[in-house]
Every structure is written in structure tokens, then in C-alpha cells.
């Protein structure tokens, strides 16, 4: 006996996503989540960005690493509220992960809430978790080949930071290689080259991030 | 890995519409997966063949139709097909940029098995 079913396997993933998107919509709740290869430096960015921004700003925020507490220790350290997540090895933060830690969070005293997903630039691009927009950073040690070997990612994201620009003196990297690559893919992306550690180029980062925000 | 993801969402969708047509053991399932998602069938099948045993699938073959990527080019207007598994450009004129149009599918079609 044959039965039809015809349902999209990852149904289930956008449902929870949308209930997620829901509720954090209607407490006002902007949500970002953020990607990148392991070591491009989405946390020393979050962290920054909480310092420079915390004080217009309530940020909240969610872990995600296959183990260890590191991250979140980091940004618990600037009195964030912060959730990790430990996937036990799994490559990617999904929906329902996200929706058992906003269990956890205090909603109500958070504008922005950052997702910070497993340093990884393949499976995380295919997992809504109910964010607003998508946000990834490439660091220039990674190479300027990147945006074409790992396109799906550079497709879905909103804001591309090139982060580490100060170290690109020393490499025969091209950020106009990366530059022009990337928005061939994305022809809308926003593309910001910083160093999250001077601090160089972060306003253009600030300025989207803050225009993201609900009223 | 997120085969393995992928592969847990098939057995729940499979013993969900199994039960709900009375069916004690599925033999056969059949998906499409498009080329743009991402997801390698051989990666899948093992994750499945893993993930199966204590579920009515536990028996079941898993088929799998493949879709390639198809586009519109945003240069030359024009549809494309491609056998690649990335696209970065329009086939027919080179262009950068397109919309996707084919290959995004992944879905459980049908099942096979018996009361």
C-alpha cells in the first residue's frame, strides 16, 4: 500500500522558528543570529559590541558551542543575561534548541537578543531559528576564497563583517576579492570590514545593528 | 552532519503517516532533495539506516530523487538547469547574480508498506 505524504522534512524546524519569531516579535525583541567559521571572532565582536552599545541598549543573548562554558563566561562577565547551549557535537543550532533557552531568559528586559550559532559556515545557514536576520563574519586569516567555496552562507545572510582587517597587511588576502565575490552572491548584502579588536569600522556595524531595533 | 537531523525529521514524519494510515511496517520511502540544500544522500541514507531500527521503517528503503538547481539569470532573464551541485553563475551569459528557482526541495513524497 503506497501513502502520499508530501511534507517538507524540516517542517517541524519551521514551525518551532515561527513561534519563536512570534514571541520575540511581540515583546519587542529584536534577534539576530550570528555566524561564522570557528576562530573569525563573533564572541570578542559580541563583546565589544555589548560594551559599546550597552548602555542605549539591553542586550540578551544565546550561546551556542558543541561544549564548554567559555563563551558564555565572556559575555556573563559584562552582566548580559546569556544562555548556553551545549549541541554535544551537533553542527548547528536548531529552533527548538533556541526556543527551550528563551525559556530561560529574562524577555522583558531585553531589546536585542544576539544568537550566537556553532562556528561553522555550512550547516548553520540552512536552520531558521526564528531571528529577524542573519549576520556572519569572515575573518581575513580565512582566505579571500571563501564566499565562493561556502556561497549558501553568503546567500542568506543580511550583514557580512570581514573582521580581523588589521592583520591583512600581513596576508595575501584581498578584501576586495571578498567584497566583490560576496555581493555577487548578495547583491543586498552589507558589508563591513572591522577589526573587533581596535575597534576599526565598528560604526557602520552599530549604525545596522541599532537600525534593526523596534521602536 | 545535519543528515543526521534530517534523517531523525524523516522517520518522524514517516511514523506519524504510517500510524495515521495503519500501516504496521514501511518498506520503501521516497524523498526529493533538491541540490541546493546541501545534503548528500549517501550521508542521509547512513544517518537513516542508523537512526531506523525500533521504528516501523526499521525494514524500510530509503529512495531518493534528486533535483537539480535550476535559476533564472538576473542579467539575461533566461531559465537555466545545471548538473553542478554549486551554481555561482548564469550557464548561459555568465551573469553573477539569479534566483533560485529549483533545487531547494527537500520533502517526504510517499511511503510504501503493509497493514
Known sequence: MK?????????????????????????????INLMSSPGAGKTTLLARTIRDLGARVRFGVVEG????????????????????????????????????????LPLEAIDLLVIENVGNLVCPAEFDLGEDAKAMLLSVTEGDDKPLKYPRMFRECEALLVNKIDLAPHLDVSLEKIRRDALALNPALQVFEVSARSGQGLEGWYAWLEGKLRA | MHELSIALSVLDIVTTAAAGAGLSRVDTVRLRIGRATGVLPDALRFAFDCSKPGTPAAAAALEIEEVPIGGRCNACDRDFTSPEPYVLACPLCGGGTFRITTGDELAVLDLEGEP
Open chain 1, 65 to 104: 558551542d558543541i561544549q564548554g562554558t567559555h563563551d558564555a563566561e565572556v559575555i556573563a562577565a559584562l552582566g548580559v543575561p546569556v544562555i548556553q547551549i551545549n549541541t554535544a557535537g551537533g553542527c548547528h543550532l536548531d529552533a527548538n534548541m533556541v526556543q527551550s533557552a528563551l525559556t530561560e
Open chain 1, 3 to 31: 501513502v502520499k505524504v508530501v511534507t517538507n522534512i524540516l517542517k517541524a524546524n519551521a514551525r518551532i522558528a515561527e513561534e519563536n519569531r512570534r514571541n520575540l516579535r511581540e515583546r519587542g525583541i529584536t534577534t
